[in-house]
Nanobody, 120 residues
Framework: QVQLVESGGGLVQPGGSLRLSCAAS????????MGWYRQAPGNERELVAT???????NYADSVKGRFTISRDNVKNTVYLQMNSLKPEDTAVYYC??????????????WGQGTQVTVSS
């Protein structure tokens, strides 16, 4: 069984910073792309950022220059450093990982979500 466990969400004032972490654990062979998505009330889930095994990154236009995604391939962990946070960044943030299981098959896994609230 493979699990993604997130941490680091919370309440922060506009202009503040938060760092999210997501660790993959369980029976896995390797992890391909990892990413962060978010969903605000009444909205669809949207891409925030992704990172490949070779650390190539992709960001939503709305977070470019403010958010940084990184990963530690030894710890099977992906991070999202969020700076200059705005009220419109308020959402539940989900990590995602494309994982190769022991069977050799690739499967998308999702974390349970962590709430980020930006408010004064």
């Amino acid at each position: 069984q493979v699990q993604l466990v997130e941490s680091g969400g919370g309440l922060v004032q506009p202009g503040g910073s938060l760092r999210l972490s997501c660790a993959a654990s369980g029976s896995l062979l390797s992890i391909n792309v990892m990413g962060w998505y978010r969903q605000a009330p009444g909205n669809e889930r949207e891409l925030v950022a992704t990172i490949t095994t070779g650390s190539m990154t992709n960001y939503a236009d709305s977070v470019k220059g403010r958010f940084t995604i990184s990963r530690d391939n030894v710890k099977n962990t992906v991070y999202l450093q969020m700076n200059s946070l705005k009220p419109e960044d308020t959402a539940v943030y989900y990590c995602q990982a494309l994982i190769r299981r022991l069977t050799g098959e690739f499967t998308d896994y999702w974390g349970q979500g962590t709430q980020v609230t930006v408010s004064s």
